[in-house]
């Protein structure tokens, strides 16, 4: 009889500051949006229990700062990460380019057995800021990228209107489970 024990899934947040990690990862877990800004200092976690294919799992989301001076605390937080988010503002171009430096940075701080194949989601925040008019990043450069990077599954969503949040973080779950070794299924 296999083992009824709970899972850890370990979940990462990546982004620059003030694209929505906190507010999507609220949005997710307590069904809350806030609109006061709060900058996260260095990380915060939540945890759900989720239910995929008659098992249960706790999602533990890590939600860490944006600011550059809180990237040296990447290894304690990235080591045994199941999947990584990368989260950009779809109104703030600068946000977008920086993705390739988030991953490149999770990669090398924590050091996944397979980096090729490691498991990221792409989710591109705001979509429902100034009704779309503000947007600078369209869904088809973003997809490009991701296709680049060896087909990175993404999402566009807004944490506020809580326009696909938990297809997003559903993708998310099935991929940190995807990566978790064999024996402890």
């Not at 915060?44 to 600011?67: C, M, N, P, S, V």
Request: glycine share 6%; net charge negative; proline share 3%.
């Amino acid at each position: 009889m296999a083992s009824r024990r709970r899972m850890l899934l370990k979940v990462i947040i990546l982004g620059d500051s003030g694209v929505g990690k906190t507010s999507l990862m609220n949005q997710y877990v307590n069904r809350k949006f806030n609109n006061q800004y709060k900058a996260t200092i260095g990380a915060d976690f939540l945890t759900k229990e989720i239910q995929f294919e008659d098992r249960l799992f706790t999602l533990q989301i890590w939600d860490t700062a944006g600011q550059e001076r809180f990237q040296s605390l990447g290894v304690a937080f990235y080591r045994g990460a199941d999947c990584c988010v990368l989260v950009y503002d779809v109104n703030v171009a600068k946000s977008f380019d920086d993705l390739n430096n988030w991953r490149e940075e999770f990669l090398i701080q924590a050091t996944p057995s397979d980096p090729e194949n490691f498991p990221f989601v792409v989710l591109g925040n705001k979509v429902d800021l100034d009704g779309g008019n503000s947007r600078v990043i369209s869904e088809k450069t973003a997809m490009a990228w991701c296709v680049s990077k060896g087909n990175i599954p993404h999402f566009e969503t807004s944490a506020k209107e809580g326009f696909n949040v938990d297809a997003a973080f559903e993708c998310i779950a099935k991929n940190a489970l995807k990566n978790e070794p064999e024996e402890e299924m």
